[in-house]
């Protein structure tokens, strides 16, 4: 199998959203940390500041439904997740 060094996907924060108001961020945070562990076998996983800025809108409590990110291996098992930007 060929080795996954940048890939894009989309993730959906439904099961974030439907649980209590005040720790909504800090789960969608370790969501995407356990999504990229799962389907890349990293052992370490850096989230881009931006990313985790663009999650939140109006305070911790309100939270974007789905994000597009960027996953690009960085050294062996460990990964860097950025915000992905679509280029026109």
């Known amino acids: 199998m060929k080795e996954k060094d940048?890939?894009?996907?989309?993730?959906?924060?439904?099961?974030?959203?439907?649980?209590?108001?005040?720790?909504?961020?800090k789960r969608a945070i370790k969501l995407i940390r356990n999504i990229i562990?799962?389907?890349?076998?990293a052992e370490k996983v850096i989230i881009d500041p931006i990313l985790a800025k663009s999650i939140t809108y109006n305070g911790k409590d309100r939270i974007v439904r789905k994000v597009r990110v960027a996953v690009k291996k960085i050294g062996e098992k460990t990964y860097l997740v950025r915000l992905a930007l679509k280029s026109e």
């Open 6 to 25: 940048n890939f894009e996907m989309t993730i959906n924060f439904k099961r974030v959203i439907m649980g209590r108001r005040n720790t909504r961020t």
């Open 37 to 41: 562990q799962r389907h890349f076998g």
